[in-house]
Each structure stands twice: as C-alpha cells, then as structure tokens.
C-alpha cells in the first residue's frame, strides 16, 4: 500500500476535550488531561487522535465559534501544553488531527468586530445585507440551529449570515483575502507538525452569489444555496495547490446532506482531494420529516442499504470513514443497540460493525466502554446552544406546553448525551475532576467506567482491543471487496468481506430476538473460525445459525 495512504489502516480516536479529564479541578477537561491519558489511547491501541476545537473561543458552541485561530483557549492550557501533546502521540507513533471550522468564525474574532465596524478590509469579510431591524430578514434561509439564518447587528446597522447560531457569523470565501488567511492559517498548524484536518462543515463554504431565497417546502430552507454551493470545488482544489497536494497529511471532511454518489467527487483518487469524508446519511435514519427533532424507530433496512450505498460507490476510489457515534449525536448503544440489559452485547455488536466494513473506524471517547446516553431532568441542565435553542422554539411554538413533553426527545437526540465526562473510575464525578463538572456525570459511572472494564476481561474495552488487533493483522479487515448477504432480513446485518484468498462472513443481530439464518455461504469450504464474537458460549457452525440477543460474530473462512 501506498505509504501515503497510512489513514486506511488507521484507527482514529475522537477527543472532546472538554469533557475527557480535568486537571486543574474547573471541572472543564484540558490539554494537560489529555497528556495524562495518552499511554490509555496507547494502550487501546488506536493510531490518529482527532481533536475537537481547543481554540480560543467564547465557547458558545462549544469551540466551534472560534475568536483566534492561533491560539489556545486558556481553559484547555497554553500553546506549549499543545506542543507537548503532539509530541508525546508522536513519541508513541500516533498522528494528531486537528478541527479546522472555516465556514463561520466567533463573532469575536477580530475580523468580525472590524467587519461590524465597516473596517475598510474586513468589510466583506462576512456576508452582510441591508435592512432595518424590523423588516423581513434578506432571504429566508434557515439555521441549521433553527430559526432565521441571518441577525440584525446594530453597529452595523445591517444584517449578517449565520447558518449555525447567532454568535457563528459565516466567513465570506469569495474574498481572496479570506481565502490567503484561511490557508496561510492551515499551513501554520501543519508546519507545527500536525497530521491533518477534520474540516467542520466544510461543504457549507459556498454559497450561490446572488443569495436568493430558498425553496420553503424543501427541508432546511436555503440548503440548495449553500450545502455543495456553486465555488466548493473551486474552493477545494485552491486548497489543495495551496496547502494539502505536498504533504503527508489525513482530511476529513464534514459535509452536509451527502450522498454516496455525489462523495467520489470529493474523495477519489483524482478529484477532490479530501481523504474521506463524515456524513450523515447513516445518522438519519430514525429521523421521521420533521428532522433530527422528529423521531421515529430506526429500520435496519434502510441502514442496511445506506451503508451498502456507501460501501459500494467507494470500493474502488475513495474511501470510508466509519463512526456510529461522535460529539453530535446521542450515544450509539442508546440508539441502535440497548442501553440496558443488553449494554455489553449490543455495544460490542456494534463495534463489529464498525470495524468490518471497509473504511477507517472512528471510536468517540467513551465508546470503547459503552458509554450510553444520559437524563435530563430540568431544561437548566441542558448545555448545548442547539437542543437549548430547540427547547426554546418549541415551547414558544403552540405545540408544546411544556418541557416534560420535550424531555424524552432531548433525552434521546441531544448532543450534550454524548457530552458529559468521560467516565474513568467509580470515584467521584467518575474520576474526571476534582472540581464540579461543567456538566452532569451520566449516573451510571459506577459500572461503567474505564478502570472496571480493563479489570474485567469480557468487557465493550477488551473487545474494542481485540478487534483493533485482528483489523491490524488481517489485511481484509481493511482492503476486502464488500458483499451484502440476507438483503432483506429486517433483523440481521450480514456480509461478505473479500481480499484473494481471505474471506470474512460478518453476522450481526441488531435486535433482542433470536432469528436463525441460512447462511449457505459459510460452509462452502470447510468449517469457518470464529475470529470474534460476543458471546462466549458458541455453537458450531453450521449454514443455519442462530442468534441470541444482538449477538456478532465474525467467521473466517
Ligand atoms: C459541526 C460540528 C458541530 C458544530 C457545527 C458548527 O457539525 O461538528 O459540533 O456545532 O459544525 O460548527
Ligand atoms: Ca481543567
């Protein structure tokens, strides 16, 4: 394999690093509590570190509303506490990729304050339109965060686009002189020695010049004007001459509302130029209309075929980046597994998955123990700006009269579910700080929590570990061709992973019964190894197998 291509067989680990470990007792995780953990990430045995925003920010989203680029917010430490970050992953041979959030900035950056202020080079800077505070706003886009995309700036005197909130002004790359900055900022960090970008939201950048209203009853309002916008190409391949086409490096990009198909024109060998790419098709489907707001049960067929899709349109150009979980999206065992009885089995049942299609898996902090989702009693223990918003609109809206109505779908879909602190012992606050937490501690730490599981040779952690073993030494695991088996089985996910003569038959349960399967393919040669699995009590195989409760198995033929 292409030296160049070391992100195929790499395993990334997501750090948030607000909420992974806590120092200095703020009860806000930090860069030094990152370091403390690195012989941890060492020892699950991942290769790349992706780390959400550390910047100096005022922390409205999280990081993702950045002031200075450059800069180390101080609550997460000081720019040589980064430095030695890097250079301990580096020490044990482990990459560190960095978030690069170029579609909007904080309105604190200082290109915004002089932008607000008609500062002769920042005027444009931003997307600005003229209005009075009362009037309609320039165009009927929406945020994604709800409600209108554009706000009234009274200094001013005009409003200004935003498709995440109020304080995540967009930057206007049109301008050159956004574009030199944006790049000459990427080459900085990369000339610190870092591994690459995972590019926050980066099909959102263009958007159709005139800016002219959008179709209402499309879904998000606007969207055909700014998700895969007219100059993202153009963008792209700028910032490939200019900062990626020479070096070494991993980019992954966000994009918004993509599809298989339309992917290769970002991640093939020769277009595009981005490694691969998060999307979120996967991630809707127990998303009814109305959006991510709207639940409805999730239908393993429709998962079936979504990761199919994406297998097959990227089998032979491009490439996969596997997640069921991250700093977006509620915990996966909550929402495709079982949070209860069956936590162990279904968050193994889903590691498989993960590390069994072809791509390169992503394991957020606290997957590799099961995390699950957590509760929210009351409205003011909600953190996060968007599900806050949401709670707001709702209520406003007639529809609901109160937050109790509203409890079960935060506490189902909010992001701040897989935000709480990382569960590291059954100390106080799970071991995380010393201090109050800067949000709630989900209450299951006493058994869940990274000290019980490495202690306890059956847990979700040793399975992860041996999973990332087997992936590194089976060359299948990462290159095999990928075949679905049982396409219309409502229950079970199968397939076939192919490389010469290395041959994997993945069977997973998604669901608490247990269905038998014919699967014929299994003994066309002799009787087939079981690599892995996730109970420990295992029949012989045979072409009729049948399952327990989210049982996986992985057979080698
Ligand atoms: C991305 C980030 C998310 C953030 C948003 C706006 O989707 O992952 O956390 O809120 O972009 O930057
Ligand atoms: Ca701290």
């Excluded at 198909?261 to 127990?286: C, Q, W």
Aim: charged fraction near 30%; aromatic fraction near 12%.
């Amino acid at each position: 394999m292409d030296d160049d291509q070391w992100w195929k067989e790499a395993v990334v680990y997501q750090v948030y690093p607000r909420s992974f470990n806590d120092t200095n007792g703020d009860g806000i995780g930090d860069i030094p509590g990152i370091i403390e953990k690195v012989d941890y990430l060492e020892d699950l045995g991942v290769d790349v570190v992706w780390l959400n925003p550390v910047y100096e920010s005022p922390m409205a989203d999280n990081g993702y509303d950045i002031a200075d680029y450059q800069s180390i917010h101080p609550e997460f430490g000081t720019m040589e506490d980064w430095e030695r970050l890097l250079e301990e992953l580096h020490d044990r041979d482990m990459r560190l990729i960095m978030d690069l959030v170029v579609n909007h900035t904080s309105d604190e950056h200082e290109w915004f304050v002089k932008s607000r202020k008609g500062h002769e080079k920042y005027d444009d800077y931003y997307y600005w339109a003229e209005g009075e505070p009362d009037d309609d706003p320039p165009n009927n886009w929406e945020s994604l965060f709800g409600g209108s995309a554009w706000s009234y700036d009274d200094e001013r005197g005009e409003y200004y686009l935003h498709l995440f909130d109020k304080k995540q002004p967009d930057i206007n790359w049109r301008n050159e002189d956004v574009r030199d900055e944006v790049f000459e900022m990427m080459n900085w960090w990369l000339e610190k020695g870092i591994d690459g970008f995972r590019m926050d939201v980066i099909n959102l950048i263009s958007k159709t010049e005139s800016l002219p209203d959008g179709d209402p009853e499309g879904g998000l309002t606007g969207a055909e004007h700014f998700i895969d916008g007219p100059e993202l190409p153009n963008y792209l391949d700028e910032m490939c001459e200019r900062v990626l086409d020479d070096r070494d490096v991993m980019t992954v990009g966000e994009m918004i509302g993509v599809d298989a198909n339309t992917a290769r024109n970002y991640v093939s060998e020769d277009s595009g130029g981005l490694s691969m790419l998060i999307h979120f098709e996967h991630m809707e489907v127990d998303a009814g209309d109305g959006g991510k707001w709207d639940i409805k049960e999730f239908d393993l067929l429709e998962l079936k075929r979504i990761l199919t899709d994406w297998q097959e349109s990227l089998a032979d150009d491009g490439w996969n980046c596997l997640y069921f979980n991250n700093h977006d999206q509620p915990r996966a065992v909550s929402r495709f597994g079982d949070d209860e009885e069956y936590r162990v089995e279904s968050a193994k049942m889903l590691a498989t998955v993960l590390f069994t299609l072809q791509g390169t898996p992503f394991i957020y902090q606290g997957q590799e123990i099961g995390m699950t989702n957590t509760t929210f009693e009351d409205p003011s223990e909600i953190q996060d700006v968007e599900a806050e918003n949401y709670v707001e609109m709702a209520l406003e809206s007639d529809e609901y009269d109160s937050y109790e109505e509203l409890r079960p779908v935060i506490e189902y879909r909010s992001r701040d579910n897989s935000r709480t602190p990382m569960q590291w012992s059954d100390e106080e606050n799970a071991g995380f700080t010393e201090g109050d937490p800067w949000i709630g501690v989900t209450e299951n730490y006493e058994d869940v929590n990274v000290e019980a599981a490495r202690d306890d040779e059956m847990s979700v952690w040793h399975y992860y570990r041996s999973l990332i073993d087997l992936r590194s030494e089976r060359d299948v695991f990462v290159h095999g061709a990928y075949e679905l088996l049982l396409p219309d089985h409502e229950e079970v996910f199968a397939y076939r992973r192919t490389l010469g003569d290395e041959e994997l038959i993945v069977v997973c349960n998604f669901f608490d019964g247990e269905p038998s399967v014919e699967l014929p393919e299994l003994i066309r040669v002799d009787t087939p190894e079981l690599l892995i699995g996730n109970y420990s009590v295992r029949e012989a195989a045979d072409s009729k197998i049948n399952l327990r409760p989210y049982e996986a198995r992985v057979y080698e033929l």
